[in-house]
Nanobody
Framework: QVQVVESGGDSVQAGGSLRLSCAASGIIFSIKSMGWYRQAPGKQRELVAGITNDGRTNYADSVKGRFTISKDNTKNTVFLQMNSLKPEDTAVYYC?????????WGQGTQVIVSS
């Protein structure tokens, strides 16, 4: 059974940094991709950053230059380094793992950025 667990969410002041982690367990063969999404109150879930098995990355325009996604294939873990945080980054951050023919989601981790 594949499980995805996020961690690292916290409350920080604007301009601060956080590092989110996402670990996928129950993995037997290679993960296709992993990504971070976020959902703010009253808004739709949106892609923040993604990374493929071969290391290709993509970012939402709103986070380019501030956020960096990276991965550790040996541990089936993906990270999101978030710098220069803004109040509009406040959201629940979810990790999605694309494995086999399915997407697996974690329960989310809360990020709150105060001005």
């Amino acid at each position: 059974q594949v499980q995805v667990v996020e961690s690292g969410g916290d409350s920080v002041q604007a301009g601060g940094s956080l590092r989110l982690s996402c670990a996928a367990s129950g993995i037997i063969f290679s993960i296709k991709s992993m990504g971070w999404y976020r959902q703010a109150p009253g808004k739709q879930r949106e892609l923040v950053a993604g990374i493929t098995n071969d290391g290709r990355t993509n970012y939402a325009d709103s986070v380019k230059g501030r956020f960096t996604i990276s991965k550790d294939n040996t541990k089936n873990t993906v990270f999101l380094q978030m710098n220069s945080l803004k109040p509009e980054d406040t959201a629940v951050y979810y990790c999605k793992t694309q494995y086999g023919f399915r997407d697996y989601w974690g329960q989310g981790t809360q990020v709150i950025v105060s001005s």
